[in-house]
C-alpha cells in the first residue's frame, strides 16, 4: 500500500473512544486522498506500508483540526465604544435599547461592500486558522434584509474558498428586530420565513437556521415559525438560548431535534432533560461571558449528569465577544466553567463537529476526513494550560498542508 502522507513519532490525541484523550504514544497517521488511512501505534504500522511524503513529527502532539461551532465572523466595523461603555456601568441590554449593540453592527454591515466585508473579515478567520481552527461556522445577522444577508454568507462562503478551510454558514434573520420593522413584528418574521430563508437556501447559502431567543431577541412562537420554515426546507436548527434568561428556547430547539443550545447560563433542569432526550449539544460561550462580566454559570454539573455533549466555541462578534483564538476559549471553559482540560478539548473536536451535524470528522480515525492540527507541545492539557501564545506548527486540511503564513 502506498499513502500520500504519512506522520510519524507523534503523540495522538485522538478523541476517539471513552480513554483519556484517546492517545496514543508513539503514534503514527496516514493520509490518502482527503481521509485517515490508517492511525495507530508507530510499532503496529504495517510492514509494507509506504508513502509519498514521510515527517516525523518528534513526539509532536497531533489533535483533530479544532472546530469553532458559532461564530459571528463577518461584519462591518466594531463596538469597542461599546466595551468602554459597559465598563463604565451600563449593561448589554442598556446598550441594544438605546440603539447600539446589534443594531449598530446591522448599520456597518449593511453600508460594507462584499469586497470589503470579506477585507475586514479574512483576518480575523486567518487568526483562527492560526490556532487550528480547520473547520468553522459564520451566522449571517448582521444585514437583517434579503441583499445584506445574503452578501454576508456569500463573503462566509468565499473566506472558505480564500483560506481553504471547510467554512458552514448559518441563517440567523432573527438576531435582531430592524428598525424599519419596529412597530412590525409580525411582519419582519414574515420575510424571514417567506422570502429570506426560501432565497438563501435556494442558492445554497444555508447549512442551518439559528435564532435569538430572549427578551430583547424573539419569542417562542416567533421562532417556532422560522423553524417550521426550516423542517420544510429541510434544514437543521439552532438557537441562542438562555443567554441573558430563562426563555424555556432549549427546550424549543430540543422539539425540532435541534443541533445545538448555545449560552445557556439560565438553562433550567426542564430545558436539560429535553436537551438530553433529543441529543441537542450544549455550545457554551466563555467569552461573551467573559466580556459582558456575568456572574451566573452554565449548569456544568447538570449537563454531565444527564449526558449532554458540550461543545466550546468563540462566539467571535464585535459586541460581546471579540475573541480570535479557540484554544483561549477552551481555556476559558477550564478556568472560568470548570471543564476538564479533556472535556474542553473535546468540546472543540468531536463535539463541536456534532453541533454543526459533520460525522466524518472531530476525532483521528481511520476514514474520517484528514483534517489535523500539529502543536508544538507534548501533552493535551497544554492547550488549555498555556494562556495565549502560539503553539500551532502546521495544520492539514483534506490531507493537504495550509500555508499559515
Not at 513526539?59 to 461599546?82: K, N, S, W, Y
Not at 441590554?93 to 446591522?106: K, L, Q
Request: net charge negative; hydrophobic share 45%.
Amino acid at each position: 500500500m502506498t499513502w500520500d502522507t504519512l506522520l510519524l513519532n507523534a503523540e495522538l490525541a485522538t478523541f476517539d473512544g471513552d480513554a483519556p484523550y484517546g492517545l496514543i504514544g508513539h503514534g503514527a497517521i496516514a493520509l490518502k486522498e482527503g481521509l485517515i488511512a490508517w492511525v495507530g501505534a508507530q510499532a503496529d504500522l504495517p510492514p509494507q506500508a509506504r508513502a509519498e511524503h514521510v515527517v516525523d513529527l518528534e513526539g509532536a502532539l497531533v489533535t483533530p483540526g479544532l472546530i469553532d461551532c458559532h461564530t459571528h465572523l463577518v461584519f462591518g466595523g466594531d463596538r469597542a465604544h461599546e466595551f468602554d461603555l459597559r465598563l463604565n456601568g451600563a449593561s448589554y441590554e442598556d446598550i441594544a435599547r438605546a440603539g447600539g449593540g446589534i443594531a449598530s453592527t446591522v448599520g456597518a454591515t449593511r453600508t460594507a461592500s462584499t469586497d470589503a466585508l470579506l477585507e475586514q473579515s479574512l483576518p480575523r478567520a486567518r487568526a483562527l486558522l492560526a490556532d487550528g481552527v480547520t473547520t468553522l461556522e459564520i451566522k449571517s445577522g448582521y444585514g437583517l434584509e434579503l441583499d445584506s444577508e445574503r452578501r454576508m454568507l456569500e463573503v462566509a462562503r468565499r473566506i472558505g474558498l480564500s483560506l481553504g478551510i471547510d467554512v458552514r454558514t448559518t441563517f440567523l434573520g432573527l438576531h435582531a428586530l430592524p428598525a424599519s420593522h419596529k412597530d412590525r413584528r409580525d411582519a419582519y418574521v414574515d420575510e424571514v420565513c417567506e422570502r429570506m430563508l426560501p432565497a438563501l437556501a435556494e442558492q445554497g447559502l444555508v447549512d442551518a437556521v439559528d435564532a435569538f431567543c430572549e427578551n430583547i431577541g424573539f419569542t417562542r412562537e416567533e421562532i417556532r415559525r422560522v423553524f417550521e420554515r426550516a423542517r420544510g426546507l429541510g434544514l437543521p436548527v439552532k438557537l441562542h438560548a438562555e443567554q441573558l434568561s430563562d426563555q424555556e428556547g432549549a427546550a424549543l430547539v430540543a422539539e425540532y431535534s435541534g443541533l445545538s443550545a448555545d449560552h445557556l447560563e439560565y438553562l433550567s433542569d426542564a430545558g436539560i432533560a429535553a436537551m438530553a432526550g433529543a441529543g441537542t449539544v450544549a455550545v457554551l460561550l466563555p467569552g461573551a461571558f467573559y466580556a459582558l462580566r456575568e456572574t451566573r454559570l452554565p449548569p456544568i454539573d447538570a449537563l454531565r449528569a444527564n449526558g449532554v455533549p458540550m461543545a466550546v466555541a468563540t462566539d467571535c462578534n464585535p459586541g460581546t465577544s471579540p475573541l480570535l483564538s479557540l484554544r483561549l476559549a477552551a481555556s476559558m471553559a477550564c478556568t472560568l466553567f470548570r471543564l476538564t482540560p479533556e472535556e474542553a478539548l473535546r468540546g472543540v473536536t468531536v463535539h463541536a463537529a456534532r453541533a454543526l451535524n459533520l460525522a466524518d470528522r472531530g476525532i483521528l480515525a481511520t476514514g474520517k476526513r484528514a483534517d489535523l492540527a500539529v502543536w508544538n507541545v507534548r501533552r493535551p492539557a497544554e492547550l488549555c494550560y498555556w494562556i495565549g501564545g502560539s503553539l500551532l506548527s502546521n495544520v492539514y486540511v483534506g490531507g493537504e498542508m495550509l500555508e499559515l503564513g
